[in-house]
């Protein structure tokens, strides 16, 4: 695969050079130079397929050139260690859940994917590979828990004190090994800030081998392609053909993924983007000004983004072309008072328990209204992790899994720091 930037479509670098570097210099984004289709038997025939052979037909296609068949193989295999199942709630609604790996929600499957090609794509030379991730929540667990054991990389996590939930502590502090935690007396931007200084710091990119692991990284994206092919597979075995997906969104990588595997060839009628109160990209459809905006705090809370990053790379899809967005996609936002509603009228209805974000997910499936087609929402969070949301009568009715149970036997370590650049260098340079 090679890539060009949306800032400059004449560049050209590698897939491994897009993998260590997150960005191109020009601050676009990366995006491949061609989109292949997969083959016309393929997606007849996808039904008969398990969700790792669909996995890596569909990584073939896109990186047969860059990876061995054989490799390719073993990096599914190894990433692709739990289910995303199709549920469905009556005979035109499903739920795609994508809580069921580590960390409980979707981004396990980019987070495990890109581990296991950044320590492929490494020589054998080189020196261990430090990861630099700052979260405010679900990106540092499932990066965590993505990297955790896996040869020759180390991660670093910057998380906000007092300002993540105590499932996602747990699952940044109490892993030992090759992630350490450290825990910073600021906030989310502030551990944000202390990452990118030390990407520009001469000395810790002299003697460390620095990178991020970013949410734009294009590792991140490709195996969230895999999933809306393995629930296209699902759907058709229960004889739904007219499939429409329904997203929640923040940065926009989800659905964006959703897009690239409709360029590959996917056979989906409609995608539906939902937000919640940060409804940028809402508005951008329906007036046609892209406004970014400061972001808002939430109950949907990992969708909190005023300028969705991932953004570009749609309207790179569609040639810029608005129209064409629009053919594709609807949006729909929806406030925390409606996300509230949500959850109890799932419950109610199917007896279904969602988290926040997947909460906003139903309602906009509700509002596009199109009862012919087989709309599938994507569920990206188990519940428990949300779980102060829940009214009382709903919290005793969500089953803690055992990922979660685990956690409590483990001891956590984080490092405290101050919100001091020098503190967090010494951390670096000192171990
Ligand atoms: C990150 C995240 C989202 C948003 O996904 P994007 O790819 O940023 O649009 C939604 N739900 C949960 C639970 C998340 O962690």
Redesign the pocket.
Known sequence: MNLYSTNNKNLRVSFKEAVFNSFPADKGLYMPVEIPQLPKDFITNIKNYSFREIALEVAQSLLGKDIPKKDLKEIINDAVNFDAPVVPLNDHLAVLEL?HGPSL???DFGARFMSRAMAYLSDAQDKVLDILVATS???GG?VALGFLGVKGTRVTILYPKGKVSKIQEQQLTTNGQNIRAIEVDGTFDDCQALVKEAFNDPELNETLRLTSAN?INISRLIP?TFYYFHAYAQAVKNEKTEIVFC???????????GLLAYKMGLPVKHFIAATNVNDTVPLFLKNGTYLPKPSVQTL?N??D?GN?S?WVRIMDLFDLNIEEVRKTITAYSFTDQNTLEGIKELYRKYNYIA?P??SVAYLAAKEYNHPEDYTIFLS??HPC?FIDVYPEDLKTQIAIPEQVQRLDDKKSHAHPIKNNFEEFKDFLLGS
């Open positions: 809580f929600a979707f981004k929540g679900d990106t499932a949410s969230q997203v929640p969104s923040g940065n926009f990588g989800n659905i964006g993924a949907s990992a969708m983004v969705p991932n988290c974000h997947t990206t969070a992790k």
